[in-house]
């Protein structure tokens, strides 16, 4: 198992943008559309990949979208040991429809902060 990591300034920068950005977004697809992208920058550290699920099935309970919160649900679950092992698909940017274990190509404005 991997000790803790420490996010790096960038990352934490970006990452408090996007969620606060997902939090005042006017549209759910805002709203989902920062959530992933915070998703990406979340995934090395196991309390911010964790609460990003959170928010996520806060988001997915609140669209009454069953699939996507059970999905979310057990992101939550394997959030923490994900990160904590190191054994997390880059890029992916947390909804079910990815798929719980797919990398996805990092957005290039992410990619300083997420690598």
Do not use: C
Not at 16 to 22: C, F, N, S, Y
Not at 63 to 88: K, M, N
């Amino acid at each position: 198992m991997r000790t803790m990591p420490t996010i790096r300034p960038l990352a934490k920068e970006m990452y408090v943008h996007e969620m606060q950005a997902a939090r005042s977004a006017v549209t759910a697809e805002e709203r989902w559309y920062h959530l992933e992208r915070a998703h990406i920058l979340s995934q090395p550290y196991p309390w911010l990949h964790t609460r990003n699920h959170l928010v996520m099935l806060t988001l997915a309970l609140r669209q009454h979208d069953r699939r996507e919160a059970f999905g979310q649900i057990v992101r939550i679950i394997v959030a923490a040991p994900g990160s904590l092992t190191g054994r997390y698909p880059t890029g992916n940017t947390g909804r079910t429809a990815a798929g719980l274990t797919t990398p996805m190509p990092v957005p290039g404005d992410l990619a300083a902060a997420a690598g």
